[in-house]
Protein backbone atom coordinates (compact mmCIF):
# COMPACT_ATOMS: atom_id res chain seq x y z
CA UNK A 1 0.00 0.00 0.00
CA UNK A 2 3.13 2.25 0.70
CA UNK A 3 2.62 5.20 -1.70
CA UNK A 4 -1.03 5.34 -1.63
CA UNK A 5 -0.81 5.84 2.04
CA UNK A 6 0.34 9.36 1.74
CA UNK A 7 -3.23 9.93 -0.44
CA UNK A 8 -5.15 9.44 2.54
CA UNK A 9 -6.97 12.25 4.37
CA UNK A 10 -6.00 12.58 8.11
CA UNK A 11 -9.50 11.08 9.44
CA UNK A 12 -8.57 7.93 7.64
CA UNK A 13 -5.37 7.48 9.22
CA UNK A 14 -6.64 8.31 12.58
CA UNK A 15 -9.79 5.80 12.13
CA UNK A 16 -7.44 3.48 10.99
CA UNK A 17 -4.86 3.60 13.62
CA UNK A 18 -8.03 3.37 15.88
CA UNK A 19 -9.09 -0.15 14.02
CA UNK A 20 -5.55 -1.50 14.49
CA UNK A 21 -5.47 -0.80 18.05
CA UNK A 22 -8.89 -2.75 18.54
CA UNK A 23 -7.45 -5.80 16.43
CA UNK A 24 -4.05 -6.01 17.84
CA UNK A 25 -5.82 -5.93 21.62
CA UNK A 26 -7.58 -9.24 20.18
CA UNK A 27 -4.58 -10.97 18.58
CA UNK A 28 -6.96 -10.72 15.44
CA UNK A 29 -5.76 -9.85 11.17
CA UNK A 30 -7.06 -6.97 9.20
CA UNK A 31 -7.59 -9.42 5.67
CA UNK A 32 -7.94 -8.97 2.23
CA UNK A 33 -7.15 -5.07 3.70
CA UNK A 34 -6.20 -2.79 -0.02
CA UNK A 35 -7.07 0.58 -0.18
CA UNK A 36 -9.01 1.61 -3.43
CA UNK A 37 -11.68 3.96 -5.46
CA UNK A 38 -11.54 5.78 -8.64
CA UNK A 39 -12.78 8.88 -6.98
CA UNK A 40 -12.21 8.47 -3.42
CA UNK A 41 -9.47 6.13 -2.06
CA UNK A 42 -10.63 4.17 0.50
CA UNK A 43 -9.21 1.27 3.04
CA UNK A 44 -11.62 -1.80 2.26
CA UNK A 45 -10.64 -5.20 4.72
CA UNK A 46 -12.31 -7.94 6.20
CA UNK A 47 -11.90 -9.56 10.00
CA UNK A 48 -14.14 -12.56 11.56
CA UNK A 49 -17.29 -11.65 8.92
CA UNK A 50 -17.30 -8.45 8.93
CA UNK A 51 -16.25 -6.29 5.64
CA UNK A 52 -15.22 -2.72 7.02
CA UNK A 53 -14.64 0.62 4.71
CA UNK A 54 -13.36 3.87 5.57
CA UNK A 55 -13.87 6.52 3.44
CA UNK A 56 -12.50 10.45 3.53
CA UNK A 57 -14.62 11.80 5.71
CA UNK A 58 -16.93 8.12 6.98
CA UNK A 59 -16.74 4.74 7.80
CA UNK A 60 -18.78 1.86 6.98
CA UNK A 61 -19.13 -1.70 8.40
CA UNK A 62 -20.88 -4.36 6.77
CA UNK A 63 -21.70 -8.77 6.88
CA UNK A 64 -24.66 -10.42 7.70
CA UNK A 65 -27.47 -8.66 8.55
CA UNK A 66 -25.35 -5.87 9.37
CA UNK A 67 -25.00 -2.27 7.69
CA UNK A 68 -23.89 0.27 9.80
CA UNK A 69 -22.86 3.87 8.64
CA UNK A 70 -20.70 6.70 10.08
CA UNK A 71 -21.29 9.89 8.12
CA UNK A 72 -19.60 13.20 9.46
CA UNK A 73 -23.21 15.04 9.57
CA UNK A 74 -24.54 12.78 11.70
CA UNK A 75 -21.52 13.70 14.52
CA UNK A 76 -20.82 16.76 16.32
CA UNK A 77 -16.65 16.11 15.50
CA UNK A 78 -14.46 13.82 13.56
CA UNK A 79 -13.30 12.62 17.25
CA UNK A 80 -17.03 11.81 18.10
CA UNK A 81 -17.65 9.79 14.83
CA UNK A 82 -14.08 7.55 15.27
CA UNK A 83 -15.31 7.01 18.62
CA UNK A 84 -18.52 5.42 17.70
CA UNK A 85 -16.80 4.01 14.91
CA UNK A 86 -14.13 2.09 17.61
CA UNK A 87 -17.05 1.51 19.80
CA UNK A 88 -18.96 -0.62 17.03
CA UNK A 89 -16.20 -2.39 15.65
CA UNK A 90 -15.50 -3.73 19.07
CA UNK A 91 -19.19 -4.14 19.92
CA UNK A 92 -19.50 -5.99 16.65
CA UNK A 93 -16.06 -8.16 17.59
CA UNK A 94 -17.31 -9.58 20.90
CA UNK A 95 -20.46 -10.64 19.89
CA UNK A 96 -18.99 -12.56 16.50
Do not use: P
Request: hydrophobic content about 35%.
Amino acid sequence: MGDAMRNLTVFQHKCESQLQSILRNRNLNFFNQKLDGKKEMYIYGEVKGLEIWIYKDGAEIGGKNIDKRFEKDDFESEEELIDAFKNEVESLLESN
